[in-house]
């Protein structure tokens, strides 16, 4: 399974980005894809979570400004009102099944800076 992560780039505060995610494979064969993310200095952190079938969950610092979805072949992560402290580069992830190997994209670099 290949995943590819794009659509980071500059953007200002209160601005908007969307993110894509494109799998190798369709969707729906995988229970569980996430956006991570990784700030400098930090640990990564679990930003949202999609579950086929299930409502998606979203860490407390982006609930209400940011909204997962998947298409056919393709996983996005909306961004709006973004803030400086959104700045990370975020990566997808997806498993085929709950206790299945887990698949890495490479990293997107949002920047939010005016």
């Known amino acids: 399974v290949q995943l590819q992560a794009s659509g980071g780039g500059l953007v200002q505060p209160g601005g908007s980005l969307r993110l894509s995610c494109e799998a190798s494979k369709r969707l729906e064969l995988f229970v569980v894809m996430e956006w991570h993310r990784q700030a400098p200095g930090k640990m990564r952190e679990l930003v949202a979570t999609?579950?086929?079938?299930?409502f998606p969950k979203y860490a407390d610092s982006v609930k209400g400004r940011f909204t997962i979805s998947r298409g056919s072949t393709t996983m996005f992560l909306q961004m709006d009102k973004l803030k400086p402290e959104d700045t990370a580069v975020y990566y997808c992830?997806?498993?085929?099944?709950?206790?299945?190997?887990?698949?890495w994209g490479q990293g997107t670099l949002v920047t939010v800076s005016s």
């Open positions: 999609s579950i086929r079938g299930g």
């Open positions: 992830n997806a498993r085929e099944t709950y206790y299945g190997d887990l698949y």
